[in-house]
């Protein structure tokens, strides 16, 4: 996993958070879970147009719901920045 030497690939944001808290020993707030585990479930359903029966993936999510996961996705990110900067200090 990046930052503690360790390089992690993969598209589950859980996963990735299991990681953290396992290799960094960072605790995960509860928000950031929750979010990350609603993101992830966007990864394959609005990436490939063929997910779907029918259509394309713009056609099954609405304006409420992009707004939603890109304020989940920017409260993910300033605490990962949180955490990236408290980790630089102890290097």
């Not at 939603?68 to 102890?90: D, F, P, T, Y």
Request: charge should be positive.
């Amino acid at each position: 996993m990046w930052g503690s030497g360790k390089p992690k690939v993969g598209h589950s944001l859980a996963n990735l958070l299991s990681e953290v808290e396992k290799e960094l020993r960072v605790k995960v707030p509860d928000e950031i879970r929750e979010n990350c585990i609603r993101l992830s479930k966007y990864y394959t359903i609005t990436r490939y147009p063929n997910v779907w029966e029918s259509g394309t993936p713009e056609e099954y999510f609405t304006y409420d719901e992009a707004r939603e996961a890109v304020q989940r996705a920017e409260q993910v990110i300033k605490w990962v920045e949180v955490i990236w900067k408290k980790l630089s200090k102890n290097v």
